[in-house]
């Protein structure tokens, strides 16, 4: 740690280096936020984004867009799978070369690893070939060109959960379900909002029976196709609006250097500044008692709100009992 760190920092680092290797705050949990930090301990803002620093820098603790600091697994992030040994020469039939083995389902399954990882900005054939072991031609015997491989790797990633067979006979425990799967495939493949196209709806097989799946759900309570499709790219736009700020904040984080929690604390004296001249009271009543921004949250919050007013659009639409 720095010379110029102040007790109350090395003690609130080794307390929660403490606390991860206890086994209290698992793989995978979110530490505290430089807010819940400056709560808990009584520190100044840049002390906790200080603690948070330190406790990356010694590998305990990774930021994940959307989500918070998280503690990191013992294995630290997963790493892309070794080659395969190469054949032993006592072999009587060597394996295929990386060229001749090349099929659509390898490169799409490379760009997703490559995109996952990386990003859309870090995407290209040439990285994809290199992920692959192969020359940057050979891709194109199999895809045409950029746009055609992000068509089929937004086709794998939907056909990787499809929704169940028989859909709910509640409407709203139908949609509801559609929309918390169509949000786990943002969450989980952060390039896949800002690439789905809402104006210029790519063809994506696999994504169909989400709309079809709304479509009868609504249009069973008696909602005609076109409300209920506009309902559906309601629903649709509410995930993948939220969602785009996963790969965003990806590209910020590796831009500036900072997560979001280091960001938003170098921001706090000018916002505090303009809090503090009383034109925004509200803001200022807000600022006090914190707020930490969480994505989920923010999807379930919109989401139960849509489906309250497709509720009441339901409810207009049903016809009136006979007396």
Known sequence: MGGQASPRYGRIVEELRARIASGELPPGARVPSTREITRQWGVAMATATKVLTELRRQGLVRAVPGVGTVVESPAGPARAARPAPAPRRN????????????????????????????????????????????????????????????????????????????????????????????????????????????????????????????????????????????????????????????????????????????????????FEALLSSGRFPALARLASSGYDLDLDALFEFGLQRLLDGIAVLLDDRTPPRLR
């Open 91 to 270: 072999d009587p039939s060597p394996a295929p070369s990386a060229q001749t083995a090349l099929t659509l389902e390898r490169i799409v399954a490379a760009a997703v690893t490559v995109a996952d990882a990386e990003g859309l900005a870090g995407l290209s054939m040439r990285r994809v070939a290199a992920e692959l072991g192969v020359a940057a031609m050979s891709l194109y015997r199999h895809v045409t060109d950029k746009d055609d491989l992000l068509v089929r790797m937004m086709d794998a990633v939907f056909a990787e959960r499809p929704l169940p067979e028989e859909r709910p006979a509640d409407w709203r425990e139908a949609v509801e379900l559609a929309a918390r799967q169509l949000w786990e495939r943002f969450r989980r493949h952060p390039w896949l909002g800002p690439a789905l196209s809402v104006t210029r709806p790519q063809m994506i097989t696999s994504a169909l029976p989400y709309s079809e799946w709304v479509l009868g759900a609504l249009h069973a309570r008696g909602l005609d196709l076109p409300s209920a499709f506009t309902a559906h790219l309601t629903l649709l736009n509410h995930a993948r609006g939220i969602a785009v700020n996963l790969e965003s904040e990806r590209e910020a984080e590796a831009y500036s250097g900072l997560d979001s929690e280091e960001w938003m604390g170098a921001q706090e004296p000018a």
